[in-house]
């Protein structure tokens, strides 16, 4: 393994394997909703905190962990990232209730905070800038495969294994992953001391959590004074935050805002937030649909967004290697329209009497009854 020692390839394969645990993590646990409810003895809400407390310690701690990154080097947090997330994919697997399994899953969340932002830095370091488009393709390849093929991997091990498996499974994945950091990522630092914002970071993580909770759980509490507290303080504490990076633009600011006036930068910025959100947005609702109403199992469930992980795979590296050649903004469009007209279509075709599904809701599905 020396030979691959520093190998842009092979650094690439390594961030892939950790990026990919941290992305599946955020879509697989939604087919396992309804038999984690029987297994636990949880609460729909209970269970629903699972995938919420994963994503609320991931979006919190993303800009703190991107700067501890720069002070301490993207390799050792990589490496830090990938043992919490691993450690903690363990005890999700062994929670004997629904507080240890959210809180496991919030611990989850601190490792995929911690390496997420390190895997794009080590790929661009390694990647001469000719060959940074097909490697940000397979990167970004790896990254829908991940989302979108969360409901298809989670029904096949929630059918077979149990849900407590879409947990362990991590664990291979992560021992592999740590294993390649070790031997094949270069420890890549600039070799001058880098501050830590420690004002900026608890102002960053004071309106991030505020304004994710809110979000979050607005309809659970109706919108009602409680969340637009939430949303009132999260935009001061924003606000606050920003005037702080106003006055450290020369040293050293958590974000740099030269950087926004770059127009690709920022637009593209909107544009991956937005598609973010489309793609894990559609995932929760429709897999509860799914189970819930169409009576689909955890399996079929899976299967019906099992073409989108194939079609992604095998389109990425092509898309990647193109856009090395004529640019990406054609490709971003076209890819942009597609997802917009497929999930237009998923709104269209999904009904109660969907051909091959149940034409009515199973009386005794878990979900329905937790949420009645």
Known sequence: ???????????????????????????????????????????????????????????????????????????????????????????????????????????????????????????????????????????????????????????VLVSTLGWRWIFLVNVPIGIAALALAFLVVPDLRT????????????????????????????????????IWGLLAAGAVLTAGFLVHQRGRQDREPLVPFALFKDRNFSVLTVLVALVSMAMIGLVLPFNLYLQSVLGLSAIKAGLVLAPSSLVSMTVGPFAGRLSDRIGGKYLLMAGLTLYAVGMAAIALIAGPASPGTPSSRPPSSPVSASAA
């Open 1 to 155: 393994m020396r030979k691959w020692a520093g190998n842009p390839w092979a650094v690439l394969a390594t961030m892939s394997l950790g990026f990919f645990m941290t992305l599946l993590d955020l879509t697989i646990v939604n087919i396992a909703i309804p038999d984690m409810i029987d297994g636990l003895g949880a609460t729909l809400d209970q269970t629903l905190w699972v995938i919420s407390g994963y994503a609320l310690v991931l979006a919190v701690l993303l800009i703190t962990a991107g700067r501890l990154g720069d002070v301490w080097g993207p390799r050792n947090l990589f490496i830090a990232g990938v043992v919490v997330f691993t450690a903690a994919s363990i005890a999700c697997g062994l929670a004997t209730g629904p507080v240890m399994l959210i809180v496991a899953r919030g611990v989850q969340g601190l490792g995929a905070a911690l390496l997420t932002p390190q895997t794009m830095t080590l790929i661009m370091s390694v990647f001469p800038a000719q060959r940074r488009g097909t490697a940000m393709g397979i990167w970004g390849m790896v990254a829908g495969l991940a989302t979108l093929s969360g409901p298809t991997v989670g029904g």
């Open 191 to 226: 070799g001058r001391t880098r501050t830590f914002d420690i004002p900026g970071v608890l102002l960053a993580t004071g309106a991030l959590f505020c304004l994710t909770f809110a979000l979050q759980e607005g309809e659970h509490y109706h919108w009602g004074p409680k």
